[in-house]
């Protein structure tokens, strides 16, 4: 089992479940876009920065990004009909994304929010949601590690920034090495934000697109409240949850563009853009670990 054991072995876990996140991003995208433009938010998946940089770490982010696409695709199976075995799955797919990263909780509550805010029997929402407490018990018995390791929260990530804020999505797609190197590089931070809350909003007019748009923006706004309240949790690590949702409202936004041969350019010269940046990333190159010690 030593090779199994390896650094490298265990890294291709995150390479497995990076591939994973983009057929889901692709087939949930499909659900409320056409087949062009849920590619064109799987590019945009394969490409990104923290997918990349995340897609080959020991870390689990990347399986935090796959947990949190699964939110939607789950919830609505299960609403669609909520008997014991999908409120059985529900319940695993929630102690599984909780017991991987707390942030996991973000989309779940984005996903539950969306649940209790649209037309459905109440006791299709009372039994999901139940079936959601109980695959949150393996945490609440990880309950005083939460507690230990939120009250030294604010030792590692700065205080209140609105630029931080505003910039957290740029983020997603190229690093801050790239944006610094463009003129202007904040106002197209932010352009690049509006861009995605305008595709959010298209998504949240119709009802098949309402969980992506809702798992795109809310996560972002509670933890930024949140954070505004004090608590220094925001980081773009940790809403790593909202990246993949994010890509689907800049296709949705393309895909909206009225003439078919310009919304064809658009989309072309948005992939174009991601994989400009992609070889401008330094970040991309990791430390040589193996070289620390001798160092």
Not at 196 to 214: M, N, S
Not at 246 to 268: D, E, F, N
Request: aromatic fraction near 12%; include cysteine.
């Amino acid at each position: 089992f030593k090779p199994l054991a390896s650094f490298g072995a265990v890294r291709l876990l995150s390479v497995l479940f990076s591939a994973m996140l983009v057929a889901l991003v692709v087939i949930y995208a499909r659900r409320f876009l056409e087949l062009w433009a849920a590619a064109l938010a799987g590019l945009l998946v394969t490409v990104g920065f923290q997918f990349v940089l995340h897609g080959k770490e020991l870390r689990p982010y990347a399986l935090l990004m796959l947990l949190a696409i699964a939110v939607p695709l789950t919830l609505e199976w299960v609403v669609a009909r909520p008997g014991r075995w999908r409120l059985a799955a529900f319940a695993l797919l929630v102690a599984v994304g909780s017991m991987t990263h707390y942030f996991f909780l973000l989309p779940l509550f984005s996903g539950l929010l969306w649940l209790w805010l649209t037309p459905h029997g109440r006791s299709t929402r009372l039994r999901v949601t139940a079936a959601a407490s109980v695959g949150l018990v393996p945490l609440l018995l990880w309950l005083p590690i939460v507690i230990y390791q939120a009250g030294r929260v604010n030792e590692y990530f700065p205080a209140f920034g609105i630029r931080r804020t505003l910039s957290v999505y740029s983020v997603f797609f190229a690093s801050g090495s790239v944006w610094q190197g463009q003129r202007p590089g904040y106002p197209a931070r932010v352009v690049l934000l509006a861009a995605v809350l305008a595709g959010a909003a298209l998504l949240a007019r119709r009802v098949e697109g309402r969980p992506c748009a809702f798992l795109a923006v809310v996560p972002w706004v509670v933890t930024a409240l949140i954070w505004l309240a004090g608590l220094r949790i925001f980081d773009v690590r940790n809403l790593l949850v909202v990246a993949p949702f994010a890509a689907m409202c800049l296709a949705a936004l393309v895909a909206a563009i009225p003439l078919r041969p310009l919304a064809y350019a658009a989309g072309a010269e948005l992939e174009r853009l991601a994989l400009s940046a992609y070889p401008l990333d330094r970040d991309l190159a990791r430390p040589r670990y193996d070289a620390l010690p001798a160092a």
